[in-house]
């Protein structure tokens, strides 16, 4: 893997910047550089590890699943067979056929327990009818439009990290996580009103 | 056990990435040792996972603020296939395969075990109700088919159609 940097070019250098931006980490990572990659990794690593826990994974088998998602992604880079890179999706479907995989090993294998045994009713399932959609859609409806506007946001673009998103939306950081706190407390809270 | 047990919303702000660092790490050491925590971080997972979808598609389902212009989300996001001809016939075609089946491959199902698709790739069959492939050779299973990025009309294939999984939408609504 490469690491020294790509030519620059004057004060609108993205590595000068503590955040650069993902279209420009995902250049570098499909050329092949070791800061484009770690960038990635920084970026989304996170939510990989939630997808897996999603699945019942404990945290320290999702974080070691998550860790070898971003090796096979960065093999395939290296054997040419990665000609984009859409973030997290791409590295939530990889790390959930490795979790699949590892999950089947493990049953067929030598009568280990199998991973995901913490796993309980799967709340996304129910959440993702009709009938909770139009729930959804109504508490956001009774969130404050200001709040609403900044949790969709940062829903819709999981690209963006809360820095960028605050300096889209003209915030704090902190201010977009404590509306993304309080608005997804609201609309649990309202799914599972509705469900009693 | 060493380090009280973290609220609910400690939990929910661990899921979301909203805590620091340090508060990051002393959650995850007290989830590494204790079941009933580890079990509501699932938990929490699987509501945050369900957001992904859900709340995009809620903001089309109407009763939502339009965005500024300039942050108006990109045509093709994380959670969508895209608009393309091709995404779309991907999208189509892997629908139609959902719905009716797909016998070519299921011919080929192993009894237990594994699937060979007809890119000869192979899955846990438990995750096989559907697979597409797509031009990166990326898997997708029913589930996370609305994560994946399908941008050519791969080999998709269906094995045992999940019951509603397009009942009532068209196969490009679903996609999108």
């Known amino acids: 893997m490469k690491s020294q940097p790509m030519p620059r070019s004057g004060s609108s250098d993205p590595l ?42 404990s945290i320290d088998e999702a974080k070691e699943i998550a860790q070898e ?19 997290p999706g791409l590295a939530i479907v990889q790390a959930g056929f490795l979790a699949s995989n590892a999950r089947r090993r493990e049953r067929y294998g030598a009568g ?18 009709r009938e909770q959609l139009a729930r959804v859609a109504r508490a956001l409806g009774d969130c404050p439009a200001s709040a609403r506007r900044v949790f969709e946001f940062v829903y819709e673009h999981p690209e963006l990290s809360y820095a960028e998103v605050a300096r889209e939306m003209a915030l704090s950081t902190q201010r977009v996580k404590q509306i993304v706190c309080e608005v997804r407390a609201r609309l649990r809270s309202a799914l599972e009103k509705e469900e009693r | 056990m060493s380090t009280p047990h973290p609220t609910r919303e400690e939990i929910a702000r661990y899921v979301v990435a909203a805590l620091e660092p340090p508060a990051m790490e002393r ?75 797909h016998e070519s491959v299921r011919s080929e199902m192993p009894d237990a075990g594994i699937l060979h698709t007809s890119a000869g790739l192979v899955m846990p069959r438990e995750e096989c109700r559907a697979v597409a492939v797509d031009a990166d050779s990326t898997l997708c299973t029913a589930g996370e088919l609305m994560s994946c ?3 050519s009309a791969a080999p998709a294939v269906c094995v045992e159609p999940t019951a509603g999984a397009c009942d009532g939408e068209s196969p490009d609504r679903r996609m999108e």
């Open chain 1, 16 to 57: 000068a910047n503590a955040d650069p931006p993902e279209a420009w980490l995902v250049e570098r990572a499909l050329a092949g550089y070791r800061d484009g990659w770690a960038g990635l990794v920084a970026r989304h690593n996170h939510k990989v590890v939630v997808s897996l826990l999603a699945r019942g994974l």
């Open chain 1, 69 to 87: 998602t971003w090796l096979k992604l960065i093999e395939r880079q290296q054997a040419g067979r990665l000609s984009e890179i859409v973030l």
């Open chain 1, 112 to 129: 280990q327990p199998a991973m995901g045994e913490v796993a309980a009713p799967r709340l996304e399932d129910a959440a993702i009818g």
């Open chain 2, 27 to 101: 959650l995850e050491e007290h989830l590494a040792t204790c079941p009933e925590c580890a079990r509501a971080l699932a938990a929490e997972a699987r509501f945050e996972v369900a957001l992904w979808k859900i709340v995009p598609a809620a903001r089309e389902e109407g009763a939502v603020v339009p965005l500024p212009h300039r942050l108006a989300p990109r045509r093709r996001t994380w959670l969508a296939v895209g608009s393309s001809s091709a995404g779309l016939a991907a999208a189509v075609l892997l629908c139609l395969s959902l719905w009716r089946g």
């Open chain 2, 149 to 151: 990025n399908i941008r």
